[in-house]
């Protein structure tokens, strides 16, 4: 029987396969779903510092509002406050009692600041790991890129030092160059890394003329770009590579980790197929290793890495050639 076990930021998984961050995952009783079904961890929606903001200002606009209209009202009623991320610290610390899997706790905060505060408190919560949302779409045309880049590696090591549990960034792929930004957040001591993160991407309805925002899930095969990227920094950088994007089946699985990613997350197939694809996906790795003769993911890892490729440069620029040369590009 194939072993399934590794380590993902120095936390013991039973297996690769993690449930990532979404809506399945911001209620206890879908945590504990997940994990009974076989995730090798949990990683919690996020804690946005954002949507808190938000929620503040709209009960502050609702409280107002009612004392305009009746002056009384002000005294009768006592001030209410919104409780922060009280609600959300409340939910790693029952997703740590109720679970069983190691937690991993999100966060998404806007200044340096809260960033660290929040850490600390998911920390103090009781999560095993946190990851890292640094998801940001620019929409400021004179912000350099190399500010944001600098913001976020200066975000990474205050919150490694204000923590002691380990940290993983959640990483889009628009950077002119993501190995340097990886790099740098490495030396940072990021201890994991999640690639990639997928931006919202809205649509347009023609018929109305208006904006329309579906729920972004990814289609099957969308984790080339995860896979190309775990092939350039296996051996290369000293925390693990967390493939995330498109991953759906164990053969996905199998893909992912012989390009040199440690484990996988996934989010889209359990929404399509149900928490049940987690035990799936874990048999058809295991059918596959068994195939193969894999007694354990350490026997394959990085197997297909550009770092083990007689001639990196072939994998490199010569790959690309060779494809766009082909007579028939649908071969
Ligand atoms: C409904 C939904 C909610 C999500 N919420 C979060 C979130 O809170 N934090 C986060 O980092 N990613 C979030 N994601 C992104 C996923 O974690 C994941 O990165 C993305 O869906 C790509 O993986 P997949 O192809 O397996 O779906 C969410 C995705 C979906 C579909």
Known sequence: ??????????????????????????????IKKLADAGAGAVVLSSLFEEQIQLERARLEEDRTRWDEMYAEMTSMFPHIEH?????????????????????????????????????????EAGADALELNFYATPTDLSRPGREIEAEQVSIAQQVRRAVAVPISAKLSPF??????????????????????????QPDIDIKKEANTFPLSLSHEGDYGLSLRYAGLLYGQIKADICASTGITTGEDVAK????????????TTLYKNGADQLGKMKRALEAWMEGKGHATLADFRGKLARANQA????????????????PNPLD
Request: include cysteine; hydrophobic fraction near 50%; proline fraction near 5%.
């Open 311 to 326: 001639d990196p440069w072939a994998y490199e620029r010569a790959q690309y050639v060779r494809t766009l040369l082909r």
């Open 175 to 200: 950077y002119a160059n993501p190995l340097n930004v990886i790099a740098r957040l490495d030396k940072a001591g990021v201890k994991g890394f999640v690639l990639f993160n997928r931006f919202f």
């Open 1 to 30: 029987m194939a072993d399934l076990q590794t380590t993902y930021m120095g936390l013991k998984l039973a297996n690769p396969i993690i449930a990532g961050a979404s809506r399945l995952t911001s209620k206890v009783d879908g």
């Open 256 to 267: 992912l980790l012989l390009a040199g990613a440690g484990c996988v997350q996934v989010v």
């Open 83 to 123: 409780a922060g991320p009280e609600e959300h610290l409340a939910l790693v610390r029952k997703a740590k009692e109720a679970a069983g899997v190691p937690i991993i706790a999100s966060l998404n905060a806007i200044t340096p600041e809260t960033w660290v505060e929040y850490a600390q408190r998911l920390a």
